[in-house]
Protein backbone atom coordinates (compact mmCIF):
# COMPACT_ATOMS: atom_id res chain seq x y z
CA UNK A 1 0.00 0.00 0.00
CA UNK A 2 1.44 3.47 -1.26
CA UNK A 3 0.89 6.55 1.56
CA UNK A 4 2.01 9.85 2.43
CA UNK A 5 3.72 10.48 5.70
CA UNK A 6 4.75 13.79 7.23
CA UNK A 7 7.76 14.93 7.23
CA UNK A 8 8.75 16.96 10.67
CA UNK A 9 10.59 18.92 8.89
CA UNK A 10 10.78 20.09 5.09
CA UNK A 11 13.17 18.22 2.71
CA UNK A 12 16.02 21.13 1.65
CA UNK A 13 17.05 18.02 -0.84
CA UNK A 14 13.69 18.11 -2.40
CA UNK A 15 13.00 21.99 -2.24
CA UNK A 16 16.33 22.09 -4.84
CA UNK A 17 15.25 18.98 -6.76
CA UNK A 18 11.78 19.34 -7.16
CA UNK A 19 12.35 22.15 -10.25
CA UNK A 20 14.37 19.64 -11.81
CA UNK A 21 12.15 16.73 -11.19
CA UNK A 22 9.41 18.87 -13.01
CA UNK A 23 11.47 19.82 -15.89
CA UNK A 24 12.42 16.50 -16.37
CA UNK A 25 8.72 14.76 -16.08
CA UNK A 26 7.51 16.74 -18.28
CA UNK A 27 9.76 16.40 -20.79
CA UNK A 28 9.03 12.47 -20.48
CA UNK A 29 5.70 12.91 -20.58
CA UNK A 30 5.18 15.90 -23.33
CA UNK A 31 7.65 13.78 -25.31
CA UNK A 32 4.45 11.27 -25.09
CA UNK A 33 2.25 13.42 -25.88
CA UNK A 34 4.55 14.51 -29.00
CA UNK A 35 4.47 11.15 -30.01
CA UNK A 36 0.47 10.31 -29.61
CA UNK A 37 0.25 13.40 -32.33
CA UNK A 38 2.61 11.48 -34.40
CA UNK A 39 6.02 13.08 -33.81
CA UNK A 40 9.48 12.32 -32.88
CA UNK A 41 9.24 12.92 -29.32
CA UNK A 42 13.46 13.34 -29.22
CA UNK A 43 13.58 15.54 -32.08
CA UNK A 44 10.39 17.94 -30.49
CA UNK A 45 11.92 17.87 -27.31
CA UNK A 46 15.86 19.02 -28.91
CA UNK A 47 13.77 21.31 -31.00
CA UNK A 48 12.16 23.10 -28.11
CA UNK A 49 15.40 23.20 -26.01
CA UNK A 50 18.38 22.70 -28.13
CA UNK A 51 17.85 24.58 -31.10
CA UNK A 52 17.08 27.94 -29.62
CA UNK A 53 20.78 27.79 -28.11
CA UNK A 54 22.61 25.95 -30.30
CA UNK A 55 20.65 25.26 -33.37
CA UNK A 56 21.57 26.84 -37.20
CA UNK A 57 19.66 29.38 -36.59
CA UNK A 58 20.68 30.25 -32.71
CA UNK A 59 22.39 33.78 -33.37
CA UNK A 60 18.55 35.34 -33.83
CA UNK A 61 17.11 33.10 -31.47
CA UNK A 62 19.34 33.79 -28.50
CA UNK A 63 18.26 37.66 -28.38
CA UNK A 64 14.62 36.52 -28.15
CA UNK A 65 15.23 34.73 -24.37
CA UNK A 66 15.55 38.00 -23.53
CA UNK A 67 12.61 39.54 -25.10
CA UNK A 68 10.37 36.70 -23.92
CA UNK A 69 12.02 36.35 -20.59
CA UNK A 70 12.05 39.96 -19.49
CA UNK A 71 8.28 40.43 -19.19
CA UNK A 72 7.70 36.76 -17.64
CA UNK A 73 10.68 37.51 -15.10
CA UNK A 74 9.52 41.32 -14.19
CA UNK A 75 6.27 39.98 -13.26
CA UNK A 76 6.44 36.96 -11.41
CA UNK A 77 9.19 38.67 -9.39
CA UNK A 78 6.23 40.97 -8.66
CA UNK A 79 4.03 38.23 -7.71
CA UNK A 80 6.79 36.01 -5.53
CA UNK A 81 6.72 38.84 -2.87
CA UNK A 82 3.14 38.30 -2.55
CA UNK A 83 3.05 34.58 -2.50
CA UNK A 84 5.50 34.48 0.25
CA UNK A 85 3.23 36.35 2.20
CA UNK A 86 0.21 33.98 1.75
CA UNK A 87 -1.31 36.87 -0.72
CA UNK A 88 -2.46 35.60 -4.19
CA UNK A 89 -2.81 38.14 -7.32
CA UNK A 90 -3.80 35.92 -10.21
CA UNK A 91 -4.39 38.78 -12.42
CA UNK A 92 -1.36 40.16 -13.37
CA UNK A 93 -2.69 39.65 -17.14
CA UNK A 94 -4.92 42.10 -15.77
CA UNK A 95 -2.47 44.42 -14.87
CA UNK A 96 -0.51 43.82 -17.47
CA UNK A 97 -2.47 45.21 -20.16
CA UNK A 98 -3.48 48.31 -18.00
CA UNK A 99 0.14 48.75 -17.78
CA UNK A 100 0.10 49.14 -21.29
CA UNK A 101 -3.07 50.92 -22.12
CA UNK A 102 -1.61 53.68 -19.79
CA UNK A 103 1.85 53.80 -21.54
CA UNK A 104 1.02 53.56 -25.10
CA UNK A 105 -2.01 56.46 -23.86
CA UNK A 106 0.67 59.01 -23.08
CA UNK A 107 2.93 58.34 -25.84
CA UNK A 108 -0.12 58.56 -28.51
CA UNK A 109 -1.08 61.95 -26.20
CA UNK A 110 2.46 63.35 -27.35
CA UNK A 111 2.42 62.00 -30.95
CA UNK A 112 4.18 62.91 -32.88
CA UNK A 113 6.38 65.75 -30.90
CA UNK A 114 9.68 64.82 -29.97
CA UNK A 115 10.98 65.12 -26.47
CA UNK A 116 13.30 62.90 -24.05
CA UNK A 117 10.79 63.04 -21.36
CA UNK A 118 7.65 61.15 -23.30
CA UNK A 119 9.68 57.49 -22.46
CA UNK A 120 10.18 58.25 -18.70
CA UNK A 121 6.41 59.59 -18.44
CA UNK A 122 5.48 56.10 -20.21
CA UNK A 123 7.23 54.40 -17.35
CA UNK A 124 5.58 56.13 -15.16
CA UNK A 125 2.03 55.75 -16.26
CA UNK A 126 2.51 51.94 -16.92
CA UNK A 127 3.84 51.49 -13.55
CA UNK A 128 0.73 53.57 -12.19
CA UNK A 129 -2.01 51.82 -13.88
CA UNK A 130 -0.60 48.40 -13.07
CA UNK A 131 -0.58 49.13 -9.59
CA UNK A 132 -4.17 50.71 -8.97
CA UNK A 133 -5.45 48.02 -11.05
CA UNK A 134 -3.79 45.65 -8.27
CA UNK A 135 -5.36 47.94 -5.21
CA UNK A 136 -9.06 46.97 -6.55
CA UNK A 137 -8.50 43.45 -5.22
CA UNK A 138 -6.29 44.47 -2.14
CA UNK A 139 -8.79 47.75 -0.90
CA UNK A 140 -11.85 45.22 -1.15
CA UNK A 141 -10.10 42.76 0.89
CA UNK A 142 -8.56 44.90 3.55
CA UNK A 143 -12.06 46.19 3.54
CA UNK A 144 -14.37 44.19 3.51
CA UNK A 145 -12.63 40.60 3.18
CA UNK A 146 -13.09 39.38 -0.14
CA UNK A 147 -10.87 37.18 -1.58
CA UNK A 148 -7.93 38.48 -3.38
CA UNK A 149 -7.71 35.52 -5.94
CA UNK A 150 -11.15 36.00 -7.40
CA UNK A 151 -11.19 39.42 -7.47
CA UNK A 152 -7.73 39.76 -9.44
CA UNK A 153 -8.70 37.05 -12.26
CA UNK A 154 -12.55 38.70 -12.40
CA UNK A 155 -10.40 41.77 -13.68
CA UNK A 156 -8.33 40.70 -15.94
CA UNK A 157 -11.95 39.48 -18.37
CA UNK A 158 -12.91 43.43 -17.46
CA UNK A 159 -8.98 44.89 -18.91
CA UNK A 160 -9.44 42.35 -21.87
CA UNK A 161 -12.97 44.35 -22.92
CA UNK A 162 -10.87 47.43 -21.83
CA UNK A 163 -8.06 46.36 -24.82
CA UNK A 164 -10.37 45.49 -26.94
CA UNK A 165 -12.62 49.30 -26.54
CA UNK A 166 -9.45 50.78 -26.41
CA UNK A 167 -8.18 48.77 -29.74
CA UNK A 168 -11.46 50.00 -31.80
CA UNK A 169 -11.87 53.21 -30.09
CA UNK A 170 -9.85 55.75 -28.14
CA UNK A 171 -6.62 54.48 -29.62
CA UNK A 172 -7.47 53.21 -32.96
CA UNK A 173 -4.63 54.66 -35.35
CA UNK A 174 -6.87 57.43 -37.55
CA UNK A 175 -4.04 56.78 -40.38
CA UNK A 176 -5.04 52.74 -39.93
CA UNK A 177 -8.07 52.68 -42.87
CA UNK A 178 -10.19 51.30 -40.31
CA UNK A 179 -8.61 48.37 -38.80
CA UNK A 180 -8.40 48.00 -35.41
CA UNK A 181 -5.13 49.55 -33.32
CA UNK A 182 -3.15 51.95 -32.53
CA UNK A 183 -0.09 53.78 -33.94
CA UNK A 184 2.97 51.37 -34.02
CA UNK A 185 5.19 52.87 -31.48
CA UNK A 186 7.98 51.00 -33.02
CA UNK A 187 7.59 54.15 -35.58
CA UNK A 188 7.69 56.80 -32.80
CA UNK A 189 11.32 57.17 -32.02
CA UNK A 190 10.61 59.06 -28.49
CA UNK A 191 8.15 56.36 -27.33
CA UNK A 192 10.09 53.50 -28.85
CA UNK A 193 11.35 50.93 -26.04
CA UNK A 194 14.74 49.91 -28.40
CA UNK A 195 17.56 47.97 -27.34
CA UNK A 196 19.84 49.58 -25.23
CA UNK A 197 22.81 47.70 -27.28
CA UNK A 198 21.55 46.59 -30.70
CA UNK A 199 20.42 43.07 -31.98
CA UNK A 200 21.01 41.97 -28.45
CA UNK A 201 17.69 42.29 -26.89
CA UNK A 202 18.27 43.85 -23.92
CA UNK A 203 15.87 46.60 -23.90
CA UNK A 204 14.51 48.39 -20.76
CA UNK A 205 12.12 46.17 -20.32
CA UNK A 206 15.06 43.68 -19.37
CA UNK A 207 17.22 46.02 -17.95
CA UNK A 208 14.24 46.91 -15.52
CA UNK A 209 13.60 43.14 -14.79
CA UNK A 210 17.36 42.51 -13.51
CA UNK A 211 16.91 45.15 -11.42
CA UNK A 212 13.64 44.27 -10.19
CA UNK A 213 15.93 40.47 -9.30
CA UNK A 214 18.09 42.80 -7.22
CA UNK A 215 16.27 44.59 -5.40
CA UNK A 216 14.07 41.41 -4.56
CA UNK A 217 16.99 39.63 -3.19
CA UNK A 218 17.59 42.65 -0.89
CA UNK A 219 14.26 43.35 0.00
CA UNK A 220 14.27 39.85 1.11
CA UNK A 221 17.28 39.29 2.43
CA UNK A 222 18.36 42.19 3.83
CA UNK A 223 15.80 44.47 5.06
CA UNK A 224 13.05 44.17 7.67
CA UNK A 225 10.26 44.86 5.45
CA UNK A 226 11.38 41.19 3.48
CA UNK A 227 11.34 39.66 6.66
CA UNK A 228 8.00 40.86 7.71
CA UNK A 229 6.69 39.51 4.04
CA UNK A 230 8.41 35.51 5.04
CA UNK A 231 7.40 35.98 8.59
CA UNK A 232 3.67 36.07 7.49
CA UNK A 233 4.14 33.49 4.65
CA UNK A 234 5.82 31.34 7.25
CA UNK A 235 4.08 31.76 10.52
CA UNK A 236 1.02 34.34 10.21
CA UNK A 237 0.38 34.37 13.86
CA UNK A 238 3.89 34.93 14.71
CA UNK A 239 3.51 37.72 12.56
CA UNK A 240 0.68 39.11 14.17
CA UNK A 241 2.64 38.63 17.36
CA UNK A 242 5.60 41.09 15.77
CA UNK A 243 3.68 43.98 14.78
CA UNK A 244 3.10 43.34 11.40
CA UNK A 245 0.23 44.76 9.80
CA UNK A 246 -1.60 42.92 7.30
CA UNK A 247 -3.46 45.58 5.49
CA UNK A 248 -0.17 47.17 4.73
CA UNK A 249 1.71 44.37 3.73
CA UNK A 250 -1.42 43.21 1.62
CA UNK A 251 -1.48 46.48 -0.06
CA UNK A 252 2.26 46.54 -0.25
CA UNK A 253 2.19 43.50 -2.03
CA UNK A 254 -0.94 43.70 -4.35
CA UNK A 255 0.27 47.46 -5.28
CA UNK A 256 4.27 45.88 -5.87
CA UNK A 257 2.97 43.14 -7.67
CA UNK A 258 0.93 45.36 -10.00
CA UNK A 259 3.05 47.90 -10.62
CA UNK A 260 5.74 45.29 -12.19
CA UNK A 261 3.13 44.11 -14.22
CA UNK A 262 2.00 47.25 -15.47
CA UNK A 263 5.44 47.80 -16.16
CA UNK A 264 6.26 44.85 -17.89
CA UNK A 265 2.72 45.59 -20.39
CA UNK A 266 4.20 49.16 -21.12
CA UNK A 267 7.66 48.05 -22.04
CA UNK A 268 6.48 45.50 -24.40
CA UNK A 269 4.04 47.54 -26.17
CA UNK A 270 6.32 50.24 -26.93
CA UNK A 271 8.75 47.55 -27.90
CA UNK A 272 8.20 43.85 -28.89
CA UNK A 273 4.94 44.74 -29.62
CA UNK A 274 4.98 47.76 -30.46
CA UNK A 275 1.01 48.36 -30.73
CA UNK A 276 -2.09 48.16 -28.87
CA UNK A 277 -4.28 45.31 -30.65
CA UNK A 278 -7.36 43.45 -29.73
CA UNK A 279 -4.92 40.46 -29.39
CA UNK A 280 -2.48 42.39 -27.48
CA UNK A 281 -2.32 40.17 -24.43
CA UNK A 282 -0.10 37.01 -24.66
CA UNK A 283 -0.56 35.57 -21.37
CA UNK A 284 2.78 36.63 -20.27
CA UNK A 285 0.75 37.32 -16.57
CA UNK A 286 -0.52 34.32 -16.32
CA UNK A 287 2.12 32.16 -17.06
CA UNK A 288 4.73 34.11 -14.86
CA UNK A 289 2.84 32.05 -11.69
CA UNK A 290 4.81 29.23 -13.33
CA UNK A 291 7.73 30.95 -13.43
CA UNK A 292 7.42 32.27 -9.90
CA UNK A 293 7.32 28.50 -8.43
CA UNK A 294 9.47 26.67 -10.96
CA UNK A 295 12.17 29.88 -9.63
CA UNK A 296 10.80 28.37 -5.61
CA UNK A 297 9.62 32.30 -5.17
CA UNK A 298 13.41 32.87 -4.82
CA UNK A 299 14.91 36.59 -6.86
CA UNK A 300 17.28 34.00 -8.59
CA UNK A 301 15.39 31.29 -9.36
CA UNK A 302 12.88 33.53 -10.95
CA UNK A 303 15.56 34.85 -13.19
CA UNK A 304 16.49 30.99 -14.45
CA UNK A 305 13.03 29.85 -14.51
CA UNK A 306 12.19 32.86 -16.66
CA UNK A 307 14.81 31.89 -19.08
CA UNK A 308 13.97 28.56 -19.36
CA UNK A 309 10.42 29.23 -20.03
CA UNK A 310 11.22 31.65 -22.61
CA UNK A 311 13.41 29.06 -24.03
CA UNK A 312 10.02 26.83 -24.27
CA UNK A 313 8.13 29.44 -26.06
CA UNK A 314 11.01 29.97 -28.86
CA UNK A 315 11.43 26.51 -29.46
CA UNK A 316 7.55 26.11 -29.14
CA UNK A 317 7.41 28.53 -32.31
CA UNK A 318 9.63 26.51 -33.76
CA UNK A 319 7.98 23.14 -33.35
CA UNK A 320 5.12 24.94 -34.81
CA UNK A 321 6.96 25.98 -38.02
CA UNK A 322 9.15 23.34 -39.00
CA UNK A 323 7.47 20.35 -37.45
CA UNK A 324 3.82 21.07 -38.01
CA UNK A 325 2.50 20.83 -34.13
CA UNK A 326 -0.31 22.96 -33.06
CA UNK A 327 0.37 25.49 -30.87
CA UNK A 328 -2.06 23.92 -28.24
CA UNK A 329 0.33 21.05 -27.68
CA UNK A 330 3.17 23.73 -26.66
CA UNK A 331 0.46 25.44 -24.29
CA UNK A 332 -0.49 22.01 -22.80
CA UNK A 333 3.49 21.21 -22.43
CA UNK A 334 4.59 24.26 -20.54
CA UNK A 335 1.12 23.45 -18.42
CA UNK A 336 2.80 20.33 -17.35
CA UNK A 337 5.51 21.99 -15.62
CA UNK A 338 2.57 23.69 -13.52
CA UNK A 339 0.84 20.37 -13.07
CA UNK A 340 4.21 18.17 -12.48
CA UNK A 341 5.56 21.28 -10.33
CA UNK A 342 3.03 21.26 -7.79
CA UNK A 343 2.65 17.19 -7.81
CA UNK A 344 6.90 16.95 -6.85
CA UNK A 345 6.48 19.85 -4.01
CA UNK A 346 4.37 16.99 -2.30
CA UNK A 347 7.38 15.35 -1.55
CA UNK A 348 9.19 18.49 0.42
CA UNK A 349 6.63 18.00 3.11
CA UNK A 350 5.57 13.92 2.59
CA UNK A 351 7.67 11.15 2.36
CA UNK A 352 6.36 8.13 0.20
CA UNK A 353 5.80 4.88 2.54
CA UNK A 354 5.04 1.43 1.47
CA UNK A 355 2.65 -0.77 3.50
CA UNK A 356 0.02 -0.30 5.65
CA UNK A 357 -0.02 2.77 8.38
CA UNK A 358 1.13 1.21 11.94
CA UNK A 359 -1.04 2.06 15.01
Not at 179 to 184: I, Q, V
Not at 317 to 337: K, N
Request: hydrophobic share 55%; with cysteine; aromatic share 12%.
Amino acid sequence: MLRLEKRRQPSQVFAYLTPLLAVLATMIFGGLLFAALGKDPLDAIRTIFWDPLFGEHAFYYRPQLLVKGGPLILIAIGLSLGFRAGIWNIGAEGQYILGALGGAAVALAFYPQAGWYIFPLMILAGAICGLVWALIPGVLKVAFGTNEILVSLMLVYVAEQLLASMSLGLLKNPEGFGFPGSRNLQQYPSAHNADIIANTGLHWGVAAALIAVIFAYILLTRHQLGYHIRLTGEAPRAAKFAGVSPARLILFCLGTSGALAGLAGMFEVAGPAGQVSVDFNSGYGFTAIIVAFLGRLHPIGILLAGLLMALTYIGGEITQSSMGLPAAAIQVFQGMLLFFLLAVDVLTNYRVRFGAQTA
